[in-house]
């Protein structure tokens, strides 16, 4: 009777832990997807940071239904288990590594003298700038309005636009009050590589290590200026802040972007 009530109570426990366990999974899946329709219904987009999070939330609802089949199997293959163990730890060391770097990256003193900006593209909407990219455009309006300069606007056509991020960006300028004499369009780059071969080739194609005052957001920052330094520009941070409802994606998307940059210099 004893060992009877006993094997009772393990059981229950067991398959409580189970059930318990069933849910987090599916909570966590739910989320994964509630974030990417939300992301989706904002901008309209389908990024690679969205792309991510969906395979992470098919992840843990596929945990959630399978995860006493997928742990017992992953217990029995050893070889497998240490595999996991070691890749969760890379991917924890570098995330916590990356964050401090883009941390770091803040924004640098403005130059004396007449220093172009370069404003980095991000998406459009419709033909009209998204709400990330309208905060770096009015960040370069900001600095403007101190001290007039060349504006160089950089961004080409997206696969589901007819107009460039780099005219769409002028248009929003001038509608701030910006001279149109004043800013330079670059509408062939598809990439933050792009973004600074292109432009130092309107700006100063033969000059050594020209001054940049690069805009882009705070996340993307550290990327900008290794980026723009190796195609051969002295870059001057003026970060904008990144809306509050893109930044997990945003984070994620410039991890694997960083990844990418050491690996393939781009």
Request: aromatic share 18%.
């Given at each position: 009777m004893v060992l009877f009530l006993l094997k009772s109570v393990y059981i229950l426990v067991f398959y409580e832990r189970l059930y318990s366990m069933a849910i987090l999974f599916g909570l966590c899946g739910v989320c994964c997807f509630g974030y990417v329709f939300s992301l989706i219904y904002v901008s309209g987009n389908i990024d690679f940071g969205i792309i991510v999070i969906s395979v992470i939330g098919v992840i843990f609802?596929?945990?959630?239904?399978f995860h006493r089949r997928i742990f017992s199997f992953i217990q029995k293959k050893r070889w497998l288990k240490h595999l996991i163990t070691g890749v969760l730890v890379i991917a924890v060391v570098t995330i916590v590594f990356f964050e401090v770097l883009m941390y770091q990256a803040k924004e640098d003193p403005l130059p004396n003298g007449d220093v172009p900006i370069l404003v980095l593209g991000a998406g459009l909407i419709n033909g009209e700038?998204?709400?990330t990219l309208k905060r770096r455009l009015n960040k370069a309006y900001e600095i403007?309005?101190?001290n007039p300069t060349t504006i160089v606007t950089s961004g080409g056509?997206?696969?589901?636009?007819e107009i460039s991020e780099g005219e769409a960006?002028?248009?929003?300028?001038v509608s701030l009050g910006v001279e149109p004499t004043d800013i330079l369009v670059e509408d062939q780059s598809t990439s933050t590589h792009e973004n600074f071969l292109f432009s130092k080739e309107l700006l100063a194609p033969d000059e050594l290590k020209p001054e940049i005052i690069v805009i882009t957001n705070d996340f993307h920052m550290f990327r900008a200026k290794m980026i723009?330094?190796?195609?051969?520009?002295?870059?001057?941070a003026a970060p904008s802040e990144t809306p509050n409802h893109i930044v997990v994606q945003a984070h994620i998307r410039e991890y694997f972007a960083i990844v990418?940059?050491?690996?393939?210099?781009?």
């Open positions: 609802l596929l945990l959630a239904i700038p998204s709400p403007y309005q101190q056509v997206d696969y589901n636009e960006m002028k248009r929003y300028l723009g330094g190796r195609v051969g520009f002295t870059v001057y990418n940059t050491f690996l393939f210099q781009k």
